[in-house]
């Protein structure tokens, strides 16, 4: 699930410190969400009730990992929405991107809150549910992040400043 680079790339734009943060802020992005994928599974291949003794301390990680990521998540996309985006838009950035990336930010938003949401109150949560809504929200990220690295970073590359 890690992506040192996106499609494309080029030396030169790898080694642009903006580009290369952005990257890095994806990957941790990446990882974290690999990590809750792993932890739901072994929950899952436990057998055992989410709400069960023997689960409880990796139950609370997992909600513990949600909600930083949920505000982190919700933190970083509002940032690009209202912030980012206008400045690439100014330096060529395509006005169907922004607006893809902006619907796609509120799609991934909605997937966030529900798995959030799913984690709430577990002993109503169904763990095949969980992991459904956790799958989806993966997908939905790992496509977010190609396209708007693969179509942003290119711009990203030729600014000198974050925003202006």
């Known amino acids: 699930m890690l992506n040192d680079?996106?499609?494309?790339?080029?030396?030169?734009?790898?080694?642009?410190?903006?580009?290369?943060?952005?990257?890095?802020i994806h990957n941790?992005?990446?990882?974290?969400l690999a990590a809750m994928l792993r932890l739901t599974q072994d929950l899952l291949a436990g057998r055992q009730p989410l709400d069960g003794p023997q689960t409880?301390?990796?139950?609370?990680?997992?909600?513990?990992?949600?909600?930083?990521?949920?505000?982190?998540?919700?933190?970083?996309?509002?940032?690009?929405?209202?912030q980012l985006f206008p400045a690439l838009a100014a330096q060529g950035l395509e006005t169907e991107v922004v607006a893809r990336l902006n619907r796609e930010h509120d799609a991934i938003g909605v997937l966030v809150d529900q798995f959030s949401a799913d984690l709430r109150d577990l002993s109503?949560?169904?763990?095949?549910?969980?992991?459904?809504?956790?799958?989806?929200?993966?997908?939905?990220?790992?496509?977010?992040?190609?396209?708007?690295?693969t179509h942003i970073c290119p711009v990203l590359a030729k600014m000198t400043g974050w925003l202006r």
């Open 5 to 24: 680079s996106y499609v494309g790339a080029t030396p030169e734009q790898l080694a642009h410190p903006m580009v290369a943060e952005l990257l890095a």
């Open 28 to 32: 941790h992005f990446r990882t974290e």
């Open 56 to 82: 409880r301390a990796r139950v609370q990680a997992l909600i513990r990992a949600s909600y930083q990521y949920t505000y982190m998540l919700h933190a970083h996309h509002g940032i690009e929405t209202a």
């Open 124 to 149: 109503d949560a169904q763990p095949g549910v969980l992991d459904t809504d956790l799958q989806r929200l993966a997908q939905a990220l790992t496509d977010h992040l190609a396209f708007e690295e």
